[in-house]
């Protein structure tokens, strides 16, 4: 809790400020009145985000084979409603750390996905992230040819190339056509909850939806689907 934070914060400086005068032989004076001043504080290390946990990819192949059962499949479609699962490889660890940690906390509408990832802790989402990412997409910062009006604001964040300018961003080249509708049909309608994509999907028509959608999914290099290992299990 915040408070509790400060507390702490405030005790482990005055431990270290008592310690600091009795290694110098300075004498420690409690302050007797409201005026009197506390010693300096310190600005205490901020904690560590889970953003910012390292993934260990071994550990996430492990923990990524139930993911590989919708994931690892070239073409596979969500059932209900239909649409095509979104291909990993290619994407940066940190966005899909922060896709998974949406899903976990609601921000994303998805049951399958909501109970998957309820399981996982920070670490496991680290890893699980940093193995599907494989190796991130490089931007170029062009285009291919000409952007269409209705994706030239979109470039702002995906890239020219749909790369993504900063690894948070998702990249979108070579992104399956129908689910980059399905993703900016949900932040249009609430299933997604981020209040810039949000805003930016309201205004869109739904002709804009396909134009974006059909130009990012054209561009290469393209995201890939992450290959299932072989067991004994996988049809030949």
């Known amino acids: 809790m915040p408070g509790l934070g400060r507390r702490s914060a405030g005790h482990a400086v005055s431990i270290t400020a008592i310690a600091a005068c009795a290694l110098s032989g300075t004498a420690w004076a409690q302050p007797r009145t409201p005026e009197a001043q506390p010693p300096a504080q310190q600005t205490p290390p901020q904690p560590t985000l889970a953003a910012d946990l390292q ?48 899903y976990r906390g609601g921000d994303r509408a998805h049951l399958t996905m ?68 399905r993703a900016i049909e949900e932040y249009r309608k609430g299933g997604r909850k981020n209040p810039i994509m949000k805003g930016f999907a309201t205004s869109l028509k739904d002709q804009d939806i396909s134009v974006i959608a059909r130009y990012f999914s054209s561009l290469t290099p393209s995201l890939g689907t992450e290959s299932r290992p072989y067991t004994r299990f996988t049809a030949e």
């Open 114 to 181: 909501h109970d998957q990832a309820s399981t996982l802790s920070d670490q496991d989402i680290a890893d699980i992230a940093a193995y599907f990412a494989g190796k991130p997409l490089k931007p170029s910062g062009k285009a291919p040819g000409s952007v269409p009006q209705a994706a030239q604001l979109c470039t702002s964040c995906h890239g020219q190339d749909g790369v993504a300018i900063v690894p948070i961003y998702p990249s979108l080249a070579g992104q399956h056509e129908d689910y980059l509708e």
């Open 55 to 102: 993934g260990d990819v071994k550990r996430g192949k492990d923990l990524s084979y139930t993911c590989l059962g919708c994931h690892g499949i070239e073409g596979y479609k969500n059932a209900y409603p239909m649409y095509s699962v979104p291909k990993l490889e290619g994407q940066t660890p940190q966005y899909l750390a922060a896709a998974l940690h949406g």
